[in-house]
């Protein structure tokens, strides 16, 4: 296991907070959703995305804040805020994102759609035949599956699951049994569709829906049978949901996690959505009983799950309120119809996702599994989806009596259970699969092919900065690289030899690894281009990634900035350096890119004296990425490819003037807007890259 780094005292005002920033880039997210200029369903759709990700904001982040203020912990991060000032700084932060959401929902959006035939019509507004089918709806398929739970002595209050939909119920009268005690709860079974499409010949639209919750709330009354039914509220709970398994008693970590994962739903409550017409006594229970404050309280003027709407863009068959459809180009070494291996050998290739296609990756793990040459086959797996067709052509080569190692992230969060049935699946037709090392998450991309060839064996590599995930290399950006370089190879080799076996660090020549060389050569890199800038000639760094956190790095940039080296950062989360601040960081930009593709890729270019250093990484600049998690940052060693990733991966994002946001010294970001010709760089490279659109 890691031991906890220590870090020197830095100046906290240098420091900007992860938490608000990220708070930060929910905002520019949901200006996504504000944009009128994107297509009106996917305009719903981020706003869908903003909700979910304040859902793992809080089930990770603010958690994490409650139980550093639960334990008496007065410990602040390096901006030196102390964790109680914090949580009420988030809660005032994110009262506001889901204020300006439900007015963007209720007063953009939805008449919006209303306009364009896709409507959501209030139960006050409901036709007669609306009324009947929905009622017959309630009675066939809601009531016969839904348990009400009326609270007295021997019916306590009964267990929540995390974001499920519930209904807080307010009654007058006595029961049968003479039983009044006022309160019952209605959990909403996750069987039932949260949204349901109403029959065309019923809506004078083309798309009529309506929600679950609003079916409840009007046959509520006949699951209190003689009650007088005073108030029913939807309310959702979220929990605690980071996993803790303690290696001292960690015997199998399979084991150990399926028992942790049984208890995810039921971690404690760090926040309580309810309606904005949930009576003040009815959310003073609620919050006694979830021990939770005001604070923890966030009423919405409308449903209290915007995620459920996620579906709605996929229902509705209305292409011109959606992103223009694209097929995902191919290089053109590759779309000679040559075999994979003969294309790799003839010289490194680079695919950009998801511009250009994913399917080369998949395409060389189905030839390795089929071709008798092939002897073993390597990969990492940190997230790769349900039925993925990779892991598919894993198995068949394991059947075929290949030699198949998988090392496999059981701790990737929330793809735990996904994980551990791919593990059963692997394990039941041959192959190997281990769970890395146990306190670093295997979070590096990589696969190796051993073959059999003429003059030897022979190992072919893909590396990646994203996860071998085909649904998300179709909506995220990175890159990919597919190569036969022999030092490559070896280096590759020896990660994998770590990660299943027992040894010392090895040294690499090429690769830059987590939690080892990374770091290290990451702030060496920066103040090398700080020595060349202070000798008078031009230090220059540009980098790409999702989160800039790590305070050695921040320093070293700030202290490269003083030097002289003009310093370009893309990041598209949280930052947590001040660029811009005069005599600290005049020298640094710091810009933010949010569009139509969630921009995945890690770049870090060093021009080092015109040798010109660029590598591709799975690693964020932060302390987990550099200490907590196996990680590879890889160079790009061929020049022409080289060329290829400053075009398209660093360029582009540097003059985007449509969908970039600059930020200020504060933290704060301020969107660029084009003065004449518009330059966005996810569709720049869709028109240079993909094969049509």
Request: charged fraction near 25%; hydrophobic fraction near 40%; charge should be neutral.
């Amino acid at each position: 296991m890691h031991a906890d780094r220590m870090t020197a005292n830095y100046p906290p005002e240098h420091f900007l907070n992860r938490e608000l920033s990220l708070l930060q880039f929910q905002r520019r997210v949901l200006a996504q959703a504000a944009d009128p200029t994107v297509p009106l369903l996917e305009r719903l759709r981020f706003l869908c995305i903003v909700s979910s990700n304040l859902d793992e904001f809080f089930e990770i982040r603010v958690s994490g804040l409650k139980e550093q203020i639960r334990i008496g912990s007065r410990k602040s991060g390096e901006d030196g805020i102390a964790p109680a000032e914090l949580l009420e700084r988030v809660s005032d932060e994110v009262h506001e994102i889901i204020s300006e959401q439900y007015q963007l929902l209720n007063g953009d959006i939805l008449p919006a759609l209303e306009k364009e035939g896709v409507v959501f019509p209030r139960r006050s507004l409901w036709t007669e035949a609306q009324r009947a089918w929905i009622h017959n709806y309630f009675m066939r398929e809601v009531m016969p599956v839904l348990t009400p739970i009326g609270l007295d002595p021997a019916h306590p209050f009964p267990r929540v699951l995390n974001k499920s939909l519930n209904f807080a119920v307010e009654l007058e009268g006595r029961d049968a049994f003479g039983r009044d005690s006022g309160a019952a709860i209605v959990q909403a079974p996750r069987a039932l569709p949260r949204v349901i499409r109403l029959p065309r010949e019923l809506c004078e639209q083309e798309y009529g829906f309506v929600f679950l919750s609003s079916v409840l709330h009007a046959h509520v009354g006949e699951l209190f049978s003689g009650m007088n039914v005073l108030g029913c509220y939807q309310f959702r709970v979220t929990r605690n949901s980071d996993l803790f398994v303690d290696e001292e008693e960690v015997k199998d970590l399979r084991t150990s996690l399926k028992g942790e994962l049984q208890q995810r739903h039921f971690g404690d409550a760090v926040r309580l959505e309810v309606a904005d017409n949930c009576s003040e006594e009815m959310a003073s229970f609620l919050l006694q009983h979830f021990h939770l404050t005001p604070g923890d309280l966030y009423r919405t003027p409308g449903i209290v799950n915007l995620v459920r709407l996620m579906q709605v863009p996929d229902w509705v068959e209305r292409p011109d309120l959606k992103y223009a459809p694209f097929v995902p180009g191919l290089p053109k070494v590759l779309d000679k119809r040559r075999q994979v291996f003969t294309a790799i050998r003839g010289g490194d290739i680079l695919l950009h996702h998801p511009f250009q296609s994913f399917g080369p990756v998949i395409e060389l793990l189905r030839a390795a599994a089929d071709d008798p040459h092939v002897l073993a086959i390597k990969m990492t797996v940190y997230r790769t989806g349900t039925d993925s067709v990779l892991m598919e052509h894993l198995a068949r080569a394991a059947q075929k009596g290949k030699e198949v190692t998988v090392v496999l992230e059981l701790m990737a969060r929330f793809d735990e259970e996904a994980n551990i049935t791919l593990a059963n699946r692997l394990e039941e037709v041959g192959a190997h699969v281990v769970y890395g090392v146990f306190g670093y998450k295997t979070h590096a991309k990589l696969l190796m092919i051993v073959r059999r060839e003429e003059d030897g064996l022979r190992r072919y590599v893909h590396m990646g900065t994203g996860n071998y995930h085909p649904r998300t290399t179709r909506f995220y950006t990175d890159f990919g690289l597919l190569t036969c370089n022999k030092e490559i190879g070896e280096d590759v080799a020896t990660v994998f030899k770590q990660l299943t076996g027992l040894g010392k660090a090895t040294e690499l020549r090429h690769l830059w690894q987590a939690p080892f060389t990374l770091q290290p050569n990451v702030v060496a890199a920066i103040r090398q281009e700080a020595v060349i800038a202070r000798e008078g000639r031009r230090g220059r760094v540009i980098a790409k990634m999702n989160a800039l956190l790590e305070p050695e790095t921040i320093e070293a940039l700030y202290e490269a900035s003083q030097a002289g080296v003009e310093i370009d950062l893309i990041v598209r989360g949280p930052c947590a350096l001040r660029p811009g601040v005069p005599g600290l960081s005049d020298n640094i930009r710091v810009r933010s890119v949010v569009g139509r593709f969630l921009e995945h890729h890690r770049i870090f270019h060093f021009h080092a004296d015109g040798a010109e250093h660029m590598y591709l990484s799975s690693a964020d600049w932060m302390d987990r990425n550099f200490f907590r998690r196996i990680e590879i940052a890889f160079p790009v060693l061929d020049p022409r490819l080289k060329r290829r990733v400053m075009k398209e991966g660093l360029r582009p994002y540097l003059g985007d003037n449509c969908q970039a946001w600059d930020m200020q010294p504060d933290g704060k970001y301020r969107r660029k807007h084009p003065r004449s010709i518009r330059r966005a760089a996810q569709l720049i490279l869709l028109k240079e890259l993909a094969a049509s659109s």
